[in-house]
């Protein structure tokens, strides 16, 4: 029987139905990511391009602020950034390549393509150490004096030479820790294998074949179009970021790119169009924790990310970078085939809290709006209405869900009153930045250090000694307190050593609140008459409070122990997380 007219238009009908509906979706998640970034942009928390993709579809891409701001032109989607570390992607991707055309071997050791390199650590460090950063050369961007070097002009030889000769900082292979280094390393080989520049190498391999023609390797003298120039922002103001020549961070941090470029990107490692699929598994392996339910792959970060402000999370592919006046993220949700990619010049754009609220998007979950900055709205009214207003109006919006507190961001806009010579309004932030964070060590210092410019001597030497308190390892305090003439060797408190290793050992938490939680173990170990913690592979050391309590100098974590039972001593971590010794 032959089938009705109304049959053969009901199908025809559904998909251009659903065709409808889906474009209908895909505006509405546009329009909320529209939302989203125009309260971003207003509130000065973002300056940069933005190009979003739902399942490989463009659903959102645009610029905020201006590329150039003495000229005032604009960032448009076609406007190169510095991608800094997002760069070690495109390293990790040409020395595959390589191993994949049998030009080097992933396990070989680096003396093999560097004989000129240290023997000693040359021929226990091998190729994979350094794409997953546990190669345990220490990274040369920590070193003393790189800001000093930073606007020299290097070749890929100077700068290795300026790290080859250190010591490791542990065993190759051991452990996770980020090391600018290594990427150098990587690029110096690819230059020494393929006898040419790796500027050529990365546009012969990469860009040409994926018609990435707005990318390519940063040279300082060269004439970039549509290029953005980097700024730091302070507070309410902005200033051109301090030089860098790009020669100095080469293969680990020294490509430009646009947003359009990467979203070519990564489409191209969904396919075969640079390396056999075996080859680009490779990428993309779980090689090294990195962090708490966090692994390094070669160039890229494996890890979670929330949607929106729900309790779930789906996995991810991604990389941030920073580098002067500029930082900037990719972030793909291979499940999906979805795509994050945030370009930002004016540096310190909290672009995971952004990816965290366009996750949520994505998938009609709710999702956190950016509130106000309280530092620059506490600037603008004291600018406007003088310290005594301020300080009502502060006093409001401290308590009020339209703004946020930084500690970090009061911390500085201090320091930008303090340089201005406004002494008095330097002092009046740094005493609301201590009210509101009593356990900072940084905060009673950096009060102190407006107290004594001041003159007030008494009051600095009692903050600088709350800030060593909080954090017997802060050098600062004891050379400021030296400097005022106190003896601090009273101040800091020694514990014997047969005290610290009654405390070494491992440690498993008692009552896990999550099921990633459920094995969380710490270990503790004295190295050079210190107790150091491992977390999860953090590895950090631990300074004494009294006899019992110690405090993380880096992030300011505090650790209780209770040694009354030898045979069961407990740790409590953060003042909530309980810890048992395991013997």
């Known amino acids: 029987m032959p089938r009705s007219r109304l ?128 190669s345990g050369i220490p990274d040369y961007t920590s070193f003393p004096d790189f800001r000093e070097r930073m606007g020299d002009s290097y070749t890929p030889e100077e700068i290795v030479k300026l790290f080859a000769d250190s010591t490791l900082e542990f065993t190759p292979g051991e452990k996770f820790q980020y090391s600018n280094s290594g990427y150098i390393l990587l690029g110096y080989i690819i230059e020494k294998i393929t006898g040419k520049p790796y500027e050529q190498v990365l546009q012969e391999k990469i860009f040409s074949p994926l018609k990435m023609s707005n990318s390519g390797y940063y040279q300082n003298s060269e004439v970039i179009k549509s290029k953005a120039y980097g700024y730091d922002k302070s507070g309410n103001t902005y200033q051109n970021a301090s030089y860098i020549d790009m020669s100095f961070p080469f293969s680990a941090g020294g490509i430009y790119s646009t947003v359009e470029d990467l979203y070519l990107w990564d489409q191209a490692l969904y396919t075969e169009k640079l390396l056999p699929q075996k080859y680009m598994d490779l990428l993309f392996n779980k090689y090294i924790p990195s962090g708490d339910d966090e692994y390094y792959a070669y160039g890229w970060e ?57 996750n949520g998007i994505l998938h009609n979950k709710p999702y956190k709006f950016p509130t106000r900055s309280l530092t620059n709205a506490l600037l603008e009214a004291i600018e406007k209405d003088g310290i005594s207003s301020a300080l009502l109006q502060y006093k409001e919006m401290k308590n009020s869900t339209d703004y946020h507190f930084n ?31 009593p356990n900072s060590y940084n905060a009673f210092d950096s009060y102190g250090e407006s107290l004594m410019v001041l003159g007030d001597n008494a009051n600095a030497i009692e903050n600088y000694k709350k800030s060593l308190k909080l954090n017997p390892g802060n050098d600062n305090a004891i050379k400021k307190l030296k400097e005022l003439g106190i003896n601090t060797d009273g101040l800091i408190k020694k514990v014997p050593l047969e005290d610290l290793a009654l405390l070494e050992g491992e440690y498993l938490v008692n ?23 491992n977390d999860r592979g953090y590895k950090y050391r631990v300074m ?19 040694t009354k039972d030898k045979k069961a001593i407990t740790l409590l971590l953060f003042g909530k997380v309980k810890f048992t010794k395991l013997m």
């Open 407 to 437: 500690e970090n961001e009061m911390n500085l806009a201090g320091y930008q009153l303090l340089q201005s010579h406004k002494l008095k309004e330097a002092e009046f932030i740094f005493k609301l930045v201590v009210e509101a964070s």
């Open 7 to 134: 049959e053969l238009i009901r199908p025809v009908f559904l998909a251009f139905l659903i065709s409808i509906l889906n474009i209908a979706c895909a505006q509405t998640k546009a329009d909320k990511i529209d939302e989203l970034f125009n309260l971003y942009s207003k509130y000065g928390q973002f300056n940069g391009s933005v190009l979003i993709t739902d399942k490989t579809e463009i659903i959102y891409k645009k610029g905020f602020g201006f590329a150039n701001m003495e000229w005032r032109i604009p960032n448009q989607t076609d406007t190169k950034f510095r991608l800094a570390s997002v760069s070690k992607q495109f390293t990790a991707m040409l020395i595959v390549q390589l191993a994949s055309e049998n030009k080097i071997k992933l396990d070989a050791p680096i003396s093999s393509y560097l004989p000129e390199y240290s023997k000693k650590t040359g021929d226990i460090i091998n190729i994979h150490h350094l794409l997953t950063h546990s």
């Open 302 to 358: 494996i890890g979670k990310l929330p949607v929106g402000s729900t309790k779930e999370e789906l996995e991810t592919i991604s990389h941030q970078g920073e580098i002067n006046g500029f930082n900037t993220q990719i972030l793909r949700i291979p499940s999906e085939k979805s795509l994050i990619v945030l370009l930002n010049n004016t540096g310190g754009a909290q672009l995971n809290e952004m990816s965290m609220a366009i």
């Open 511 to 533: 009552s896990p609140t999550s099921e990633k939680d459920k094995n969380w173990k710490i270990i503790f170990k004295v190295i050079k008459g210190e107790l150091t913690g």
């Open 544 to 562: 004494p409070v009294s006899d019992n309590e110690f405090v993380n100098p880096a992030d300011g974590a505090s650790l209780l122990f209770d």
